[in-house]
């Protein structure tokens, strides 16, 4: 039975989880190492099926442009964004947009009690000590 990290959890969600085992073997446990996957890699991991390379293939692609962090995403909501794992095995081309991104990040901010307005994330800003700074800055060309 494969550990249980991200390399697993992303293998999962794209529907190849019996290759778990073997990438953590071959010492691919983390996702900026899979980034670099290519057809030798999947040879070393033991992936003969042509379908299940292509689809390996094409998500190591989108990790790279598209980044890793929508795997954390992903993971933790799964039903976040419409057509998941198409998102994490298809072609670049596929949209994720901010919008669904947002709605996502809002989520889990509020699950988790965070208000990024309150403090400590935002400090209200006096205008007063930014005019007299901008004032003072002004002084000394004029």
């Not at 900026?32 to 057809?39: A, R």
């Not at 208000?115 to 400590?120: F, G, I, N």
Request: with cysteine; net charge negative; glycine share 6%.
């Amino acid at each position: 039975m494969p550990q249980h990290n991200i390399v697993c959890e992303w293998l999962r969600t794209i529907g190849m989880p019996q290759y778990g085992e073997s990438f953590l073997e071959n010492g691919y446990d983390e996702l900026e190492i899979c980034k670099q996957i290519g057809e030798i890699d999947l040879d070393a991991i033991g992936v003969d099926n042509l379908s299940h390379r292509g689809k390996l293939l094409k998500s190591v692609r989108t990790l790279r442009e598209k980044g890793a962090a929508i795997v954390y995403v992903l993971i933790n909501d799964p039903k976040a964004l419409s057509n998941s794992n198409e998102i994490l095995a298809s072609d670049c081309d596929t949209p994720v947009t901010m919008k669904e991104l947002e709605a996502v990040m809002k989520r889990h901010l509020e699950a988790d009690g965070i208000r990024l307005t309150a403090h400590p994330y935002s400090t209200p800003v006096s205008i007063v000590p930014v005019i007299k700074l901008a004032a003072a800055y002004l002084g000394h060309f004029i």
